[in-house]
């Protein structure tokens, strides 16, 4: 069964800071993984996603690599701030369903 | 942009009452699913539907729960007896036939089990 894990579960940085998210997971058979943004008891905000065959996504500030073979993912948020703060979710598509990581809270510190 | 939509965004009931949660997946997509997430737990996948029936589901999708599209919009995910612990956030998600491996997600219904 596919495990996504998170590290770290929580990160609190000042603004203007860069930023990594760490998402790994057991089983490299995917078809693609998504980057979600939550706030708190909101929905999930789709950010980015990599289908398997690419390397990277980038949108605005946010860039997410994803290494299959190592089963590996990163989130990079650039010049961080106090909007970014929220709930990172990874999530691998095995095709069927999704599998989500618990994630990252980030706070960022005006 | 077209969104899956989810109603009641909050619900309130009684343990052992029945509830429906009701969501619009977006118009031309065809595969359609729930994932449920327990306060400060994953984000749970619970089933996937497509052409009128379950294609998986989870361990946690037991004779509790059912799915249905009842007309040509709607898809609703049942729990006929709710017990305390199926207090969640209910999410609907909708994968478009061309790109089955894309999925969107709904805003979810808070169902709380008093």
């Known amino acids: 069964k596919q495990e996504v894990t998170q590290i770290p579960a929580a990160l609190s940085v000042p603004e203007g800071e860069n930023l990594v998210l760490n998402c790994s997971f057991t089983d490299s058979a995917i078809y693609n993984l998504q980057w979600f943004r939550q706030d708190p008891g909101k929905g999930l905000t789709s950010l980015l996603l990599i289908q398997s065959s690419q390397r990277e996504q980038t949108s605005g500030r946010l860039n997410a690599s994803l290494d299959k073979s190592s089963g590996r993912s990163t989130l990079y948020i650039a010049a961080s701030q106090p909007g970014d703060s929220a709930t990172y979710l990874c999530a691998v598509n095995t095709g069927n369903q999704f599998y989500f990581g618990t994630g990252t809270s980030l706070t960022v510190i005006p | 942009e077209p969104e899956v939509t989810q109603t009641p965004s909050h619900q309130v009931t009684q343990m052992g009452q029945e509830v429906i949660l009701r969501c619009v997946p977006i118009s031309n997509h065809l595969y359609f699913y729930w994932y449920r997430q327990i306060l400060g737990q994953k984000v749970e996948f619970l089933v996937s539907f497509y052409n009128n029936e379950i294609s998986e589901k989870s361990e946690i999708f037991d004779d509790q729960f059912s799915v249905e599209r009842p007309d040509g919009s709607n898809f609703t995910l049942k729990i006929r007896s709710t017990k305390l612990e199926d207090s969640a956030m209910y999410f609907c998600?909708?994968?478009?036939?061309?790109?089955?491996?894309?999925?969107?997600f709904g805003p979810g219904t808070r169902l709380l089990v008093l």
């Open positions: 998600a909708s994968s478009p036939p061309s790109r089955r491996e894309t999925q969107y």
